[in-house]
């Protein structure tokens, strides 16, 4: 009697509002960022690749509606974070969307994941005044992982544009206002060795910081993610001329 019993109370609570809407609630999936959509080659067009961190996930979805009948565009269906972990995926990632395939114009940055700070335990974000903290990526490591990135990328035979490292704006957790600066600085030596152009974001979005970005925070607003697609379709259509 009493198992019964326990059992009918089990399917009340069960069948309980407060129930359901918790089951509901685990039920629901976050949709998808349309930037990581796989995309379809249209025959005929050329093949663009976007790598970057989120501030290209932001870009990506304008710059493909701005290439739309023009390009082919594909991204990795990643954040692509910093050098150290780029050098174990780059592989992967440049056969996006079909092993095989030939890239006309490649568009890529690392920046901001490897200047950012990390606690003694791994913790992310930390605060760069404590003793305990570090770069996640070091310049001088920064520089040395780049060099390889870029060998990899050149021997794609693609034609190359890096997109230099946008602003840190004052008072941003977990990274040091003017650090891009010194990153940019690092990368124009690489790319100059190896002859890539670079579109430069940086002074766009330091001229424009109050328009463009999100206050103490690396991330763009909407219109300054589509301010950068503009900027970055304009300069991918240039060099696919």
């Known amino acids: 009697m009493k198992k019964f019993q326990i059992a009918l109370i089990l399917v009340a609570l069960l069948s309980s509002p407060f129930v359901e809407a918790q089951n509901k609630k685990a039920k629901k999936v976050r949709k998808p960022n349309p930037a990581m959509a796989k995309v379809e080659d249209v025959a005929g067009l050329p093949r663009v690749l976007i790598i970057g961190d989120s501030i290209s996930i932001g870009y990506t979805v304008g ?76 310049a001088a490591e920064y520089e040395k992982n780049l060099t390889e990135l870029v060998a990899k990328l050149k021997a794609t035979g693609a034609k190359l544009i890096w997109r230099n490292t946008t602003p840190v704006p004052p008072k941003t957790k977990g990274r040091v206002e003017g650090d891009s600066v010194v990153y940019n600085k690092i990368a124009a030596k690489v790319m100059t060795a190896n002859d890539i152009p670079t579109q430069d974001l940086y002074s766009v979005a330091k001229e424009r910081m109050d328009e463009l970005m999100l206050p103490a925070n690396v991330h763009f607003k909407p219109g300054g993610s589509q301010v950068l697609a503009e900027l970055v379709s304009a300069r991918i259509l240039e060099e696919l001329k």
């Open 63 to 138: 710059v493909r509606k701005l290439l739309e009948g023009k390009a082919n565009l594909h991204r990795p269906l990643a954040n692509c974070g910093p050098t150290h972990s780029a050098i174990g995926k780059i592989d992967e990632w440049l056969k996006t969307g079909g092993e095989g395939k030939k890239w006309d114009v490649i568009h890529f940055n690392w920046g901001l994941h490897d200047l950012k700070y990390m606690g003694a335990d791994g913790g992310n974000l930390a605060d760069p005044k404590d003793s305990k903290s570090h770069q996640q990526v070091p």
